[in-house]
């Protein structure tokens, strides 16, 4: 830029604010100063546009001018400008026109970036002016108030530690950085809720917009959390109740502070005494259960409760049972209905080291198949609509003692399956969960073989049948051991009596051979039924069998098929029988009408009609009736 105008230019460099001489019928910057050439960055050379500083603001500018016009002089801060580099400039501007060149405008340019510096710099020279020992008094009141806040906080046994709005750590006190292992220097300064709060105990990311710290200062309300988790700088999570409170500067939400408890301690031990408590209540359970199979034990009426025999099968079984009592080896006991298993059984757990916990039997056919696997294995509460509670099976029931498993073959093929495995694993899962429970049983099953040699034992899965099958025992059928019946049958007549309340009757030698001649089909169960029968019919001393063939055909699997003939003749043999039983009498509590559960009227009605004559059944004419 040429010197054009010889005045105003050796004025323009002696300003101390950038200045411009515009001549503003061509838009031209005729001259700028030093420190407006620096301020706007102008080109050493070649014409300049003022336009080129100007930009969106050209408009603006235009009225300013008209305004300096007009008033002779004026100022303004709506006009912004840019250097050359297209740099923004916060600025204000002061012209005026050139007294005898009317087109030449000569504007100040007051940089407002410059002027705010300056007054900070003056404040800050005011301050120091104000004396040394006024700022020392200001800065010992400070730091004594910082003293004391740390020392309020510190001496606090909750870990407490502040956040500003943007989540920036503001403060922690010792108890946290104790029982968290970060330092303040790790945590000031830094998003404190991605260094300890970032994932739940079960590994889920926790997003801070998810937190309820954060929600205190965003929404301005206070958070009560009563169990989450943080995390130690070495990786560790600690369990912590907290309550974070917003702050506020002067009305203005600041961010919050929060403070924390640690209570891993306290949840584990809470976790502890529901363990407990969970085993407690398994334990009461098994208890009840325990307690509710004894009494029904205690009340079951039992044959006998020792092994009664002299025959050379009896003392083989006696002598097994002796090998196999004192080890926990599982035993399969096979033979017919009615011949013992139970009482073997029993006798191998009464002499066994188990003998002090309880000898658990399942019957294993009289349990329906919908409900066997509960039975067996217990369910949880929920695992079905009518789990209102926990309940233990019979494998739990029987831990530590001895689980007799009577007729073993007629448990359903996928209980069997389920049975072996938790056998084989020693641990029981309840229907509807997933825990495995220990278990510490030992396993004595029965099986079931017919008169015919068949037994149950085809129904058995082989591996089931190989897991179990480690120590055989046979029952023989009684009729296959004769010297066992007069022994039996007086054993089983006493109990009768005793139960009955009646005197027990004379054994004679007829009624040994009766016994001795008989198959029994029932074996020593329907020994004990007979006996009991016998004491009900008998009168006085002399005992009265009742074996007929009729009678017994049902429990000889008698199978064949009757004309209605036949069954008539039946019918009134049997009444004639029960007369004979009650020398005549019909009614009455020993009459033949009890006997045969019938009212007495029917009984004469069936008399009538059958044609049943008193010479039938009376020993001799005019017996009372």
Sequence with gaps: MKDTVARPDSLLHLLPEPALLIDTREDRIVEANARAVDLLKLPRTGPVRLERFLGKSMPWFLVFVEEVDHRGEGWTRAVSMTTAFGDPLRCELRARFVEGQPELLFLVIHDLDELDRRAERM??????????????????????????????????????????SEGK???????????LGWTSADLLGRDIHAMIHHHHLNGEVYPSHDCPIYRSFRFEQVSRIEDEVFWRKDGRPIRVEYVSTPIYDQQVLAGAVVIFRDITERK????????????????RDRLEEENAYLQEAISTERAHHDIIGV??????????????ARTDATV???????????????????????????????????????????????????????????TPGKLEIAHGGTLFLDDVEQLPPEIQSKLLVALQRRAVIRVGDTRERPLDIRVIAATTRSGDGRGGVRRIQQNLFMFLNVFPIECVPLRDRPDDIPLLAAH?????????????????????????AYEWPGNVRELGNVMERAVVISKGSKLILELGTD?????????????????????????????RETSGRVSGQDGAAALLGIRPSTLYSRIKSLNIAEEEFLAAPGAPR
């Excluded at 004396?131 to 909750?158: K, V």
């Excluded at 976790?271 to 209540?281: H, I, S």
């Excluded at 089983?492 to 016994?515: F, H, K, S, W, Y």
């Excluded at 000889?556 to 007369?579: F, H």
Aim: aromatic letters at 4%.
């Design 268 to 283: 584990e031990n809470e976790r502890k005494l529901r363990e407990a408590l969970a085993e407690v209540a398994d334990l």
């Design 492 to 516: 089983m007549l006493r109990i009768a009596c005793r139960r009955l309340n009646r005197p027990v009757p004379v054994l004679t030698e007829g009624v040994v051979r009766q016994l001795l």
């Design 551 to 579: 009678r017994d055909a049902g429990a000889r699997g008698d199978t064949m098929v009757r004309t209605e003939a036949e069954m008539q003749a039946l019918v009134r043999r049997n009444i004639v029988n029960c007369l």
């Design 169 to 179: 750590t503001t403060f922690v006190n010792r108890a946290a950085q104790e029982m």
């Design 311 to 324: 025959s050379p099968a009896t003392r083989q079984v006696l002598a097994r049972i002796d090998l196999v």
């Design 123 to 164: 404040e800050t020279e005011g301050l120091h002016r104000a004396g040394l020992d006024t700022w020392r008094r200001a800065e010992g009141f400070f730091a004594e108030l910082e003293r004391r806040n740390q020392l309020i906080l510190n001496a606090a046994g909750e870990g407490i530690y502040g956040i500003n």
């Design 332 to 390: 399969v006991i096979s033979g017919e209905t009615g011949t013992g298993k139970a009482l073997v059984a029993a006798e191998i757990h009464k002499v066994s080291d188990r003998a002090r916990r309880p000898l658990i039997h399942f019957n294993c056919g009289s349990v329906a198949p919908e409900t066997v696997e509960v039975e067996l294995f217990g369910q949880v509460r929920g695992a079905s609509a009518a789990a209102t509670r926990d």
